[in-house]
């Protein structure tokens, strides 16, 4: 599609089916599954997904199976016009944004858990969130029918957990990883930076270093995972406007605790809460075998 057309937006399940279905045998389609909000980070995958795949479909649904009762719901920011043009900017074919009421039918009861990748980390901060992110993902996907799907690396453990569930239920489609897209200072692109004061965002970037002050242990040759996480840990309370909830060293792909850094290299993963903003961020440690 041309760059600045608006792209096709379609609200139900009958109109992105038709819609589907009417793409030639030849056509691969690429997804990318969005709560809206956009920003560089997601466009980058948009851009991905253009580069490797005849049409793109980018979804924007606010997920309410994926928030616990006291997270930001209500508050999550929604500019749905915005979304719009910056996807028809860049030329993306397709939106796919439903009501709550489309995807989750009055009295649904059938949910997608992965057992044991979503345990850790963001699992056990934020109770039943990958139940929601692993059901509306399947949903998206049998309603989409994608060849190629595009996941952030800045979510990390949701990265692991789809390829989990996409391995373990034979689903036919491709994951593929996009990078971190970072600010200019350091801090990983988010939708929920909007809810951080300026005070909090001048001090936001400091997740960033702490995770490049463990690296840069790794790289004089630091292996000792307990002495990584506590060179970044204590880095990240240097400022106590910081209530770290987890700064962890684990494997990149099944996500386990490591006592030492090995030939698989090393997932440094982080979160934290400034003010009233639950921030997320991560690094991959590169191992030997790469
Ligand atoms: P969200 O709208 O937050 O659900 O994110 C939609 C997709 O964009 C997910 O696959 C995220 O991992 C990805 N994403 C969010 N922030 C970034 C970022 N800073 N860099 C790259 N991908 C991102």
Not at 33 to 40: I, K, V
Not at 63 to 68: D, I, S, Y
Not at 113 to 118: H, N, Y
Not at 187 to 208: F, H
Request: overall charge negative; charged content about 25%; proline content about 7%.
């Amino acid at each position: 599609m041309n760059p600045n057309t608006k792209p096709l937006i379609l609200r139900t399940v009958e109109e992105l089916r038709a819609w589907r279905k009417s793409l030639a045998p030849g056509e691969t389609l690429g997804f990318v599954p969005t709560m809206g909000a956009l920003h560089e980070g997601h466009l980058s995958l948009a851009r991905l997904s253009m580069g490797r795949c005849s049409k793109t479909l980018v979804s924007i649904f606010v997920n309410p199976l994926q928030f616990g009762p006291k997270e930001d719901l209500a508050r999550y920011p929604r500019p749905f016009e915005r979304d719009c043009e910056l996807l028809g900017g860049i030329g993306v074919d397709a939106v796919f944004s439903p009501s709550v009421a489309t995807m989750y039918p009055e009295g649904a009861s059938t949910t997608v858990v992965e057992d044991t990748v979503s345990h850790p980390l963001c699992g056990a901060m934020r109770p039943g969130h990958f139940l929601g992110v692993t059901t509306v993902v399947l949903k998206l996907f049998n309603l989409v029918q994608p060849d190629v799907a595009f996941f952030g690396q800045k979510d990390a453990q949701q990265c692991a957990v789809i390829e989990r569930m996409v391995r373990d239920l034979d689903l036919p489609v491709e994951i593929i990883r996009g990078e971190i897209v970072r600010e200019p200072d350091g801090l990983a692109m988010s939708s929920r930076n909007v809810y951080l004061s300026p005070e909090e965002r001048e001090k936001a970037p400091l997740i960033y270093r702490s995770l490049k002050a463990a690296a840069a242990a790794y790289e004089r040759g630091e292996r000792d995972a307990c002495r990584l996480e506590e060179l970044g840990r204590e880095a990240l309370e240097l400022d106590p406007s910081f209530n770290v909830q987890y700064w962890e060293v684990r494997h990149p792909r099944t996500l386990e605790k490591l006592e030492t850094v090995g030939p698989d290299g090393a997932l440094l993963a982080v979160a934290a809460v400034l003010g009233t903003t639950r921030l997320i961020d991560n690094w991959i440690l590169k191992g030997q075998k790469h």
